[in-house]
């Protein structure tokens, strides 16, 4: 089955710096990427998706892209502000259901 | 903006009893899921339901756990005999359109309820 890997370390970094977190998934490449942006004690918050056929998409401060030959996936914050700081999930279609599955999600922490 | 609201925010209860998760999806919304997050871990399905039906569920969603739409606003979640492991937060979600496969469609999820099992 689909394997989502987010580096489960912390992420630390200076206000207005670009944050660039990673997703890579381990089988099938997926039709479409979603991220999702999750503070402490609430639910996830939906932000981006990306099909297969994009390769990069944009909103706002985000960006996210979508490498299918890498198997990966790159969410950037650019001019990063400390409301940017909470955990950011990656989220694929899981094959063959009508479900996702997520990542364990990276945590931004942004510097005043 | 719309969203999904769910009660209660936190419950703790006795190992062995039963709780109730209630959730109000979004209005124009026909599939409903409940998603589980154990502290620390990553957010995993429990189940998905559309026309009073469970269109799918995963392996933790056994016996124990019953979904079920009384009226045509509320979603819960029930936990029949409750186990230290079933400590979690539980998030509702709704979207308008099913997701996964090539749909694309966005889910929404609640605030969560957060149940702690003594």
């Known amino acids: 089955s689909q394997k989502i890997e987010q580096n489960s370390e912390a992420l630390n970094i200076q206000e207005g710096k670009t944050a660039t977190l990673t997703c890579n998934y381990t089988?099938?490449?997926?039709?479409?990427l979603q991220w999702y942006r999750q503070d402490p004690g609430r639910g996830p918050v939906f932000l981006l998706l990306?099909?297969?056929?994009?390769k990069e998409k944009r909103k706002e401060r985000l960006k996210v892209t979508f490498d299918t030959t890498l198997k990966q996936s790159l969410f950037h914050i650019t001019a990063s502000q400390p409301a940017d700081s909470a955990t950011y999930l990656c989220?694929?279609?899981?094959?063959?259901?009508?479900?996702?599955?997520f990542g364990t999600g990276t945590r931004l922490k942004v510097l005043a | 903006e719309p969203e999904v609201t769910q009660t209660p925010s936190h419950q703790v209860t006795q190992m062995g009893q039963e709780v109730i998760l209630r959730c109000v999806p979004i209005?124009?919304?026909?599939?409903f899921y409940w998603y589980r997050q154990i502290l620390g871990q990553k957010v995993e399905f429990l189940v998905s339901?559309?026309?009073?039906?469970?269109?799918?569920k995963s392996e933790i969603f056994d016996d124990q756990f019953s979904v079920e739409r009384p009226d045509g606003s509320n979603f819960t979640l029930k936990i029949r005999s409750t186990k230290l492991e079933d400590s979690a937060m539980y998030f509702c979600?709704?979207?308008?359109?099913?997701?996964?496969?090539?749909?694309?469609?966005?889910?929404?999820f609640g605030e969560g309820s957060w149940l702690t099992v003594v």
């Open positions: 979600a709704s979207s308008e359109a099913p997701v996964g496969g090539y749909s694309g469609n966005t889910i929404y």
């Open positions: 989220a694929l279609p899981d094959s063959g259901t009508y479900k996702y599955i």
């Open positions: 990306i099909r297969e056929n994009e």
């Open positions: 339901f559309y026309n009073n039906e469970i269109s799918e």
């Open positions: 209005s124009n919304h026909l599939y």
């Open positions: 089988n099938y490449s997926p039709a479409y």
